[in-house]
C-alpha cells in the first residue's frame, strides 16, 4: 500500500505544474477616434465595438507574461503583455482577451501567434502577425495585414476602400460587398487566395502567378508562358472602377463571384 502511495506521489510530482493565470479588469476613458494599439505575444485577442468614449479589457494572461499595461493618453493608447525577463525555457505564452473600443478607433495589433477577430470597427485596422488566425468582419475603411503564415479572412462591407495583405504562406479570403472605387492588393508567396466580388461589380484586376493557377469565374482565361509555368490575366468587368492587384508565387488565385 505504501509502494502505491509512493509511487503515486512521485507521478504527481513529475507532472508539469499548470500555469497560474492573472485575471484582466481594466477600462479607461477614450476618446471616439483614438489611435489604439496592441502589442502581445501569443494568445487570442477579440475586439468587440462598445461605448463611444470607454476602453474596456476583460480576460487571463497567464504566469509566463510578466506585466499588463495599459499606457498614453485619452486620443493615444497602448495596450501591452509583456514577457518576464528571465523567462524559462519552453515557456509558453497565453492570453485570453476581450477588448471592447469605440467604433471608430484606429486600431494597430502586434502579435506573434494566436487568433485574432475583429468585428464592428468603422475606422482602419492594422494588423502584423507571425502565424495564427486573423478573422476582420465589420463596416471598416481601410485594412492593411502583414502575416508570415495562417489564414487570413475578410468579411467586406460596401465601406471598404482599402485593403492590403502580404502573406508568405497560409490562406487569404475575402468575401462580401466592396466600395465602387476601391483599390485592393494581394500578395502571396505560396498558399491560396480567394476573392469573391459582387455579380456585376466594376472592377479591373491584375493577377498573376509564377508557378501557380489561376480560376476566374468570369470567363477571361488566364495567360500561359510557353517556357516558364507562370501565368497571368489582366482584364475588366463591367466597365471598371475599383482596381485589383493579385499576385501569387506559387499557390492556387481563384476570382469567384458571391
Do not use: H
Not at 480576460?59 to 493608447?77: L, Q, R
Not at 468585428?119 to 492594422?126: A, F, H, I, P, V
Not at 495583405?165 to 480567394?194: H, K, P, Q, W
Not at 461589380?201 to 510557353?226: Q, V
Request: charged share 25%; aromatic share 6%; glycine share 8%.
Amino acid at each position: 500500500m505504501k509502494k502505491v502511495t509512493l509511487l503515486a506521489l512521485l507521478m504527481l510530482l513529475a507532472l508539469p505544474l499548470s500555469a497560474e493565470t492573472k485575471k484582466i479588469d481594466e477600462r479607461r476613458t477614450i476618446d471616439s477616434n483614438a489611435d489604439v494599439e496592441i502589442e502581445f505575444i501569443a494568445g487570442d485577442i477579440r475586439i468587440l465595438v462598445g461605448k463611444s468614449d470607454e476602453l474596456i479589457v476583460r480576460g487571463t494572461i497567464n504566469d509566463s507574461y510578466e506585466t499588463f499595461d495599459i499606457s498614453g493618453d485619452e486620443d493615444d493608447i497602448t495596450i501591452e503583455v509583456e514577457p518576464k525577463e528571465r523567462k524559462q525555457r519552453n515557456a509558453k505564452f497565453n492570453a485570453e482577451l476581450t477588448i471592447t473600443v469605440p467604433p471608430g478607433v484606429e486600431l494597430t495589433i502586434e502579435s506573434v501567434s494566436g487568433e485574432i477577430t475583429v468585428e464592428g470597427l468603422s475606422n482602419s485596422l492594422t494588423i502584423e502577425s507571425v502565424s495564427g488566425t486573423i478573422d476582420v468582419g465589420g463596416p471598416l475603411r481601410e485594412i492593411d495585414i502583414e502575416s508570415v503564415s495562417g489564414r487570413i479572412m475578410i468579411a467586406s462591407e460596401s465601406t471598404l476602400k482599402s485593403v492590403s495583405v502580404e502573406a508568405v504562406s497560409g490562406i487569404i479570403e475575402m468575401a462580401g460587398d466592396l466600395a465602387r472605387n476601391g483599390d485592393y492588393t494581394f500578395e502571396a508567396v505560396s498558399g491560396e487566395i480567394t476573392i469573391r466580388v459582387p455579380r456585376g461589380y466594376g472592377a479591373s484586376y491584375e493577377i498573376e502567378t509564377f508557378s501557380g493557377k489561376i480560376d476566374n469565374a468570369f470567363g477571361p482565361k488566364p495567360e500561359t508562358t510557353k517556357f516558364l509555368p507562370s501565368q497571368s490575366l489582366s482584364f475588366s468587368e463591367s466597365g471598371g472602377g475599383a482596381n485589383f492587384e493579385i499576385s501569387c508565387f506559387s499557390g492556387k488565385i481563384r476570382l469567384l463571384e458571391n
